[in-house]
């Protein structure tokens, strides 16, 4: 089985990095296979509402002048979704705003393929705005029929600068019984 997590933090070391590598440690201590995508600071186009993944049905975005076809790709072969994101004004960066609009697009237009997939959200944020960031990310799973995990708690931690995830036991706990959950679920379902 096979789990991939998007980064959406520009910072490939960052708070949301770290929180992802600890979901994906428990991952792969169950056997799973993993990928990491550092998503955050590419230059990813939004939806321009062009119909044209409805009208090709062919499993990709209209827009080929950026990486998101590969990521749709990624996605339709996994068996898990791990997208992390810093709390940006209260949302999600903006390269995930682009990958939940454009991927659930496609997979709405050619019949739902992220259906019965394992989705999870981690989140990083400085203090405030980590709920509706894990909303966002979680109606993406929702209208997309995927199957989300949880943890002991929401899926996020309080660390603004580079490391400050090391001072969060709570958070960095949460994580750990989140990978542990999703394995769990995998290995249950067989997806």
Do not use: H
């Not at 980064?7 to 490939?12: A, E, M």
């Not at 955050?40 to 209209?62: T, V």
Request: glycine share 10%; hydrophobic share 40%.
């Amino acid at each position: 089985m096979k789990v991939i997590a998007f980064n959406g933090s520009p910072r490939k070391n960052g708070n949301t990095y770290g929180s992802l590598k600890i979901v994906l440690r428990q991952l792969e201590q169950e056997g799973m296979d993993t990928e990491m995508i550092q998503l955050g600071g590419k230059k990813l186009s939004g939806c321009i509402a062009c119909g044209r993944c409805s009208k090709n049905q062919d499993q990709r975005c209209a827009i080929t002048d950026d990486d998101m076809n590969i990521f749709i790709a990624k996605m339709i072969e996994a068996d898990g979704i791990l997208i992390g994101s810093p709390v940006y004004f209260g949302n999600v960066s903006t390269e995930v705003k682009a990958l939940i609009d454009r991927s659930g697009y496609v997979s709405v237009a050619n019949g739902g393929l992220f259906k019965r997939k394992a989705g999870a959200a981690v989140v990083a944020a400085r203090r405030a705005g980590t709920n509706f960031t894990y909303a966002a990310i979680n109606f993406f799973f929702g209208i997309n029929q995927m199957i989300v995990p949880n943890s002991n708690y929401w899926n996020m931690t309080l660390s603004r600068d580079i490391g400050d995830l090391e001072k969060d036991e709570e958070g960095k706990r949460t994580f750990e019984v989140l990978g542990q959950n999703m394995a769990w679920l995998l290995k249950k379902t067989g997806v």
